[in-house]
């Protein structure tokens, strides 16, 4: 659901930046208004920044080799981590610089004065269009998350990149909108250059939050609390695990878990009968969180007294640790 609803969104927001970027080039090739040409700017941006999500999921598809063994799900965290450099730079310094440049050759807007108002009227129903489509499909997989929440923890970045990309992108024209009407009110170009920095210092902000959060999901980011209760559940539930002696998660890409685990386990007749009991495990706990798809479970036999002593949970079974010239063990082992 998240990748369909994603690309949705993707394509909505696509489209409208394209035909908004070629109206506000025009507007501004004919006002001359630096707003106009910093809102061009994002809109080109933005629209290139929507390719590169379109490509990343695309190229995330791709089948696992010996060299990626895991797949290549995390490369859609990588394209969204360039969408973040992407509007900081073309975007948000562009803006800036703009901004610096209106404000040193302030000139007012003598030409085609009513082509930006209608210009930025226009995209601002178009943007809100787009904004209506992310949000939709949003909710579809935000449940009871806070807005905030679900662009700190969503796991799939397109949806979040977008919603903050048509965010931004509204609130840059009601900016925009602002330094053009105060420049054709007062005649002084200032306003207008005002409006660009405003412009530049939210894409800016925007950008760095995303820079953060797609940071994080590269780094690898666990399950989520509800999906670790639900796994911890899936596999201790049955006869086949004691308990837990440790495990881990790991996202592989937006719709990919991986879960590792050392589970204390009765002492088993056979090997047969072991692996069987693996299984039976691997099965709940697919159908607990179905996203968890690469599943590594060692068995050991708990030892609550090595546990309690601090030398390994699992060291009635441990592997004795070499020497040293000394005398003393290598390593302690572990559980």
């Known amino acids: ?54 490509l990343g999921g695309k190229r995330a598809k791709r089948a696992a080799t010996p060299e990626h063994p895991f797949g290549y799900g995390r490369e859609r965290y990588i394209y969204a981590f360039i969408v973040s450099i992407v509007l900081f730079s073309i975007g948000g310094l562009f803006a800036l610089y703009e901004a610096y440049h209106k404000w ?8 085609w004065q009513w082509l930006p108002v209608v210009v930025l009227l226009a995209a601002i129903a ?25 662009i700190r923890r969503a796991k799939a970045p397109e949806l979040p990149v977008v919603l903050l990309e048509d965010f931004g992108a509204l609130i840059g024209l009601v900016f925009a909108l602002f330094g053009v009407g105060m420049t054709l009110i007062t005649g002084n170009g200032r306003w207008d250059a005002a409006g660009t920095a405003m412009i530049g210092i939210l894409l800016v902000l925007i950008a760095i939050v995303l820079a953060i959060e797609t940071k994080s999901l590269l780094l690898g980011e666990g399950a989520e609390q509800q999906d670790l209760t639900a796994i ?15 495990m881990k998660t790991l996202y592989l890409g937006p719709e990919e878990l991986m879960v ?17 009991g693996i299984n039976a495990v691997e099965a709940r706990i697919r159908t607990a969180v179905p996203i968890a798809r690469v599943i590594y479970l060692e068995p050991d036999i708990y030892s609550a007294a090595a546990a309690a002593a601090g030398t390994g949970a699992a060291a009635d079974t441990a592997v004795p640790q070499p020497e040293d010239v000394s005398g003393e063990a290598v390593g302690r082992s572990g559980g």
Not at 36 to 41: C, G, K, R, S, T
Not at 133 to 149: C, D, L, Y
């Open 104 to 111: 040193s050759h302030a000139e007012g807007i003598t030409e």
């Open 260 to 276: 590792a685990a050392k589970i204390g386990v009765p002492a088993y007749e056979s090997a047969q009968e072991l692996a069987r």
């Open 126 to 150: 178009m943007e809100s269009v787009s904004f209506r489509t992310a949000i939709k499909e949003s909710n579809q997989i935000r449940g009871n998350q806070s807005w905030v929440r679900f």
């Open 1 to 54: 659901m998240s990748a369909n609803g994603g690309t949705k969104a993707i394509v909505a927001a696509l489209l409208a930046n394209i035909g908004i970027a070629v109206t506000k080039f025009i507007a501004f090739l004919l006002s001359g208004s630096s707003s106009m040409l910093a809102e061009a700017v994002h809109s080109v941006a933005d629209s290139g920044n929507q390719g590169l999500l379109l």
């Open 232 to 246: 911890e559940r899936a596999i201790t539930e049955g006869p086949e695990v004691e308990r837990i002696i440790h």
